[in-house]
């Protein structure tokens, strides 16, 4: 106040804004060195903003008389429009527009006192000071508030503060403690320290302290220089409200730029979490796409089910099947199982900083590649089948082959010779009794012809069995097969000629040997059957069970009780051979010892003879091994079963307690997340058991064993459920994992987290982890949530199903369930949060510079903002300007950009 001639208070909500600490000495306010101080301070002051509209003041009693700049002013720093002023040029024009000045000011809650539009328009110095310093109060320090203190007590303190770690300042006013310059450079130093350094100053140069302060806040801060630094030192007491003014100045400076700091930083957070996120897509989606390329070429190699008809080639390609899958498919099952952990974690980041979930590029969610998988497990079940009876086709082809060889290497023996035989014309110049021989041994002939019809008939039925299943050399047989038949029929035709020939010759020769006739006609068949013996002695067989040996060596042993029959047999026919030598030694007749009926000679028989007798020691042997071979194909089979059934039902428990697990494990998420790890080392310690039945599954293959009859899980079965179990627990990991991650992003306690999961398995009766929507809206209700029982309740339940089941599955899983009620329990960063810190960047304008994103933002966000923000198409938009408004709302799904 002033000698009484003007005072003013200026009133908030609930009571005066601002009250005098100190009373005012009279002789000081009428100083002139304090109204010198007031005049430039405040004219500096308005100019600063007067600025803006492009005009400034020179003499602040002249300049103001009008009310025009007065009016201007108060738009400026209000940013509101005041009624249109007079444009005249008499007294009552300026008196008028003052006026609206004045209505402007008690409009905004500032009572005016003993100030009349009538002393500012005669240019009344102390009165326009005062009206200055009252727009100053309201517009520049009013906001200016801390700890619930007046705005000059919330200024004080504001300076106390930041002045705080600095040596030789004290602020406790504002005359005497900026008087020396050092609170002023502290200020300065606390917020930009690159400007000067406040180490190199001392107390004893006020006026050096001054001025530096002065100049850098005039060049860096954009801070007028509204003090004098001459003034502040030869002043004794510096004016206070000069001194004020000047420090909100440097208050409101330094505080927008905390408050473009605090939006820059907000900016960096979400920019952040969005490059990550779409680091995290970008690397599932290139680990998709490399297992769906595997996938896509390693299907036909499985569907391929063309070998080159041999059973080397077909045991090579089940080595190549072998390798995959001990060595190519592993990987690629971890792989699956590495995408669908990331693609959970991709989700449930994405749901933690309220982002649209993430949609893979088509043919790649989870849903395909178990799909693609699915199809190439089939395809590999169906390739192990297809070769294994490959293999049992090609090994029965392989038999039947040399068997066929066998029989027509001792057709082609036996028939070697014969044609000539029956083309001979040799009786006609023998005697009858040459005749009757020849006669008898072509008899004897057609008997062992006839007994060899059955061996081309096998041997034809063999070349055919070899034609219906595809052997890879089947002309050969057939051309071979062929000529036996041809020689066959030709033999026929030739015996018939013979035979009609000997008839007509027998009519004139009529001698009989009876002995030869005997020995011819029991030689011949016990001959022959000697000679089926020693080939079914010498016959290849093929057998897979224990039973089916013990049948051969059953027949074997039948085939021995014969023996002595055919010994017997055997001992009669030699005494016919001995007899007719005996009598021609007797009667010294060594041409009756050729019999001319026989071509088989005793020599001939005991030969046969010795060697069947020598075969069926060896059979007995082959026998044996064969039966050692089929037991100890018979113990892998036991051994198999014995391991597989124990394995089987291991890993059966194991889903049983990864199953009871997510149901009915409580306590903190970390100890079960311990647990389930603890529980993964423990069935990878069992791998070694799978490994030990895979090197059994080898040996059973290797031994040619296709069927088990002691168990019933395959190696297949095995694999499937080591996989599957693996799978599962990796899932359940997972899940505790991103519990973890929610609670610990979202602020969710662990007691909140311990009731969700409570009341959720109360309500899942079958254990399934899924809720129907009658079990989840008990479950809301039971958590407090109040669901009313008319069609506004059932409105709002359908708004809930559709959050936690947006598939409308019929169902709410778990973490759906989980996901919607710590949504409901805490907040998160939305669009309109950074759509206003961009807002405070740019300075209140609708749109953005990259230049000023490059100023505010760390290098590696601002690109990333340049790079995606579309142009602003707004009005008044600057030369390159920026929608941040529409980039802002894409980030969380809430435009197409």
């Not at 009279?26 to 308005?46: G, I, M, S, V």
């Not at 738009?75 to 527009?97: Q, T, V, W, Y």
């Not at 009165?127 to 200055?132: E, H, P």
């Not at 079960?672 to 070694?688: D, G, I, M, N, T």
Request: charged share 30%; with cysteine.
């Amino acid at each position: 106040m002033q000698g009484g001639q003007y005072q003013y208070e200026y009133d908030q909500q609930e009571g005066n804004y601002m009250e005098q600490e100190e009373e005012w000495e009279r002789d000081l306010l009428l100083d002139p060195a304090w109204e010198k101080q007031q005049r430039k301070t405040f004219t500096a002051w308005c100019n600063s903003h007067l600025r803006k509209a492009g005009t400034q003041i020179e003499d602040i009693e002249e300049d103001f008389r009008n009310g025009l700049k007065l009016m201007l002013l108060l738009e400026i720093l209000s940013g509101e429009e005041l009624p249109k002023p007079d444009r005249g040029r008499m007294r009552f024009h300026k008196i008028a527009n003052v006026n609206k000045a004045l209505d402007f000011i008690a409009s905004k809650g500032v009572k005016l006192v003993s100030i009349g539009a009538e002393e500012i328009v005669d240019g009344n110095a102390k009165m326009t000071l005062g009206l200055i310093w009252t727009i100053i109060l309201r517009f520049a320090i009013q906001d200016i508030s801390m700890e619930e203190m007046t705005a000059k007590e919330g200024l004080l303190l504001w300076c106390q503060r930041k002045t705080a770690p600095y040596k030789n300042v004290n602020v406790q006013n504002f005359h005497l403690s900026f008087k020396d310059g050092l609170a002023f450079c502290a200020l300065i130093h606390r917020h930009r320290p690159e400007l000067l350094d406040y180490h190199k100053l001392s107390k004893d140069n006020p006026l050096e302290n001054l001025n530096l302060a002065f100049d850098i806040a005039e060049k860096h801060l954009d801070i007028p220089r509204m003090l004098d630094a001459e003034d502040m030192v030869n002043t004794v007491k510096p004016d206070e409200r000069a001194v004020m003014t000047y420090v909100s100045c440097y208050y409101h400076a330094f505080a927008g730029a905390q408050k473009a700091e605090t939006a820059a930083n907000r900016i960096c957070k979400v920019l952040k979490v969005n490059q990550e996120n779409e680091r995290l897509m970008q690397e599932y989606e290139g680990l998709a796409s490399d297992l769906l390329n595997w996938i896509r070429q390693t299907k036909p190699w499985l569907e391929n089910k063309t070998t080159d008809n041999t059973l080397p080639g077909t045991q090579h390609k089940l080595g190549e099947f072998r390798d995959y899958r001990r060595v190519h498919k592993p990987p690629r099952l971890q792989q699956k199982a590495t995408l669908e952990t990331m693609f959970n974690t991709i989700q449930t980041k994405l749901r933690l900083s309220n982002r649209p979930a993430f949609m893979p590029t088509e043919g790649k969610m989870i849903g395909d590649i178990n799909n693609a998988w699915k199809g190439l497990e089939n395809a590999e079940k169906g390739f192990e089948e297809w070769l294994l009876s490959e293999l049992m086709r090609l090994e029965r082809l392989d038999h039947l082959a040399r068997k066929f060889k066998q029989k027509a290497d001792s057709h082609e023996s036996w028939t070697s010779g014969k044609d000539e035989y029956l083309r001979s014309q040799d009786f006609r110049s023998c005697k009858l009794t040459d005749l009757k021989a020849l006669k008898k041994k072509h008899e004897a002939f057609e008997s062992d012809l006839a007994a060899h019809q059955e061996r081309v008939e096998q041997i034809a039925a063999i070349a055919h069995e070899l034609n219906n299943l595809g052997y890879h050399d089947s002309a050969a047989v057939n051309a071979r097969c062929q000529r036996i038949c041809d020689g066959w029929d030709t033999f026929g035709q030739l015996t018939g000629k013979r035979r009609q020939a000997l008839e007509e010759a027998e009519r004139l020769m009529e001698r009989i040997d009876h002995l030869h006739l005997e020995f011819a006609k029991r030689s011949a068949p016990f001959n022959n059957w000697m000679d089926g013996a020693r080939e079914d002695l010498n016959d290849m067989f093929i057998v897979h069970t224990v039973e089916e040996i013990q049948s051969l060596i059953d027949a074997h042993e039948q085939f021995k009780q014969t023996l002595g029959e055919a010994d017997r047999e055997y001992n009669s026919i030699i005494g016919i051979d001995g007899e007719i030598r005996r009598f021609a030694q007797q009667y010294n007749l060594p041409g009756v010892i050729n019999n001319p009926y026989s071509n088989i000679t005793g020599q001939q028989l005991n030969a046969l003879w010795s060697q069947i007798k020598q075969c069926v020691p060896e059979r007995d042997g082959i026998l044996g091994q064969e039966m050692q071979r089929q037991q100890a194909n018979e113990r892998l089979r036991r051994h198999f079963a014995e391991k597989a059934n124990a394995v089987g039902p291991w890993i059966e428990r194991q889903m049983d307690m990864i199953a009871n697990m997510g149901i009915q494990t409580a306590g903190p998420l970390e100890e079960q997340l311990k647990k389930l790890k603890a529980f993964e080392a423990q069935v990878q310690q069992y791998k070694p058991h799978i490994d030990e039945l895979e090197k059994i599954n080898q040996s059973v293959q290797e031994a040619m064993i296709f069927d088990n009859k002691y168990t019933q899980y395959t190696m297949e079965t095995i694999r499937v459920g080591w996989e599957q179990l693996l799978t599962n627990l990796a899932k359940c990991t997972n899940e505790v994992e991103n519990q973890i991650l929610l609670r610990d992003s979202k602020g969710v306690t662990e007691q909140q987290m311990k009731e969700y999961r409570i009341s959720f398995n109360h309500f899942d009766k079958g254990r399934t982890r899924r809720l129907e929507p009658k079990e989840f809206k008990a479950c809301l209700v039971s958590l407090g949530y109040n669901i009313r029982d008319d069609p506004q309740g059932d409105a709002d339940f359908q708004r809930i199903m559709g959050i936690v089941d947006a598939s409308r599955t019929g169902h709410v899983t778990y973490q759906s369930f989980l996901d919607f009620m710590t949504r409901e329990a805490v907040d998160t960063d939305t669009a309109d949060q950074v759509i206003s810190s961009f807002q405070i960047l740019s300075g209140d304008k609708p749109y953005i510079t990259a230049e000023t994103l490059r100023a505010e933002l760390p290098p590696e966000q601002a690109d990333y903002c340049i790079a995606r923000m579309p142009p602003y198409r707004g009005p008044g938009a600057a030369p390159g300007a920026l929608d941040y408004t529409a980039f802002s709302m894409s980030l969380y799904g809430q435009s197409d950009l």
